[in-house]
């Protein structure tokens, strides 16, 4: 196919989920944050490893595990040095690990906010396909449909009749792709051939550079 306008879009969270934990200093469950720092606790040969999360409301702190006991030599050099050095990059990927939130809290508050960058792959002349490959590095807890409708201006009523006759299709063939959350991986394509305004509207939109 020859007729494409393919763009990449990265879509990062702002904002790292939040863990209710019982808090010494309030007095009962609160929503912590991650500090950004690690605490590390060496006996012997054996290593602790925790992930500081303050209170949003007091500032105690709460020390989620990362593993504890851990021999030295059983632990991948790349996770060894990013402990040591707080490696900025690791610790924000790992406040991003729900599994391990949710193995220590009944409760984890996600948020919706993100942040995007798109980047065109492919632009030929005359274009009338519009692909959309989605990178999401982080758990982001925005629906699909959402995603779609914020940033090309168009309603989720109106995707939905996109996607239902076949306009708009996707990777994946679940029935429910539009209100599933986001995930890497995702092709949207969107046949714009009966728009008039593609070059100039949804050019600009999907691309973030106007004309």
């Known amino acids: 196919m020859c007729n494409i306008l393919r763009v990449r879009w990265t879509i990062v969270p702002r904002t790292a989920p939040q863990p209710w934990i019982a808090c010494s200093g309030c007095g009962g469950l609160r929503a912590f944050q ?93 274009w009338t396909m519009l692909e959309l490959d989605l990178t999401v590095p982080f758990p982001v807890s925005t629906r699909l449909d959402r995603l779609l409708a914020s940033e090309l201006k168009v309603s989720r009523a109106r995707l939905r009749r996109l996607h239902d006759g076949g306009t708009l299709r996707t990777s994946s063939d679940r029935a429910d792709i539009l209100r599933r959350r986001l995930k890497t991986g995702t092709r949207i394509t969107i046949d714009l051939s009966a728009e008039a305004d593609r070059e100039q509207l949804w050019r600009a939109l999907a691309t973030g550079c106007p004309l």
């Open 34 to 126: 991650p500090s950004g720092k690690i605490r590390l606790n060496a006996n012997g040969r054996q290593l602790d490893a925790w992930l500081i999360y303050r209170c949003t409301t007091c500032e105690k702190t709460w020390n989620r595990p990362i593993f504890e006991r851990q021999n030295v030599r059983d632990i991948d050099p790349a996770v060894l040095d990013a402990l040591q050095s707080n490696d900025p990059q690791w610790i924000r990927t790992e406040t991003f690990n729900l599994e391990a939130l949710k193995r220590k809290s009944q409760h984890v508050d996600e948020f919706s906010e993100f942040e995007i960058e798109k980047d065109i792959l492919l632009e030929t002349a005359n």
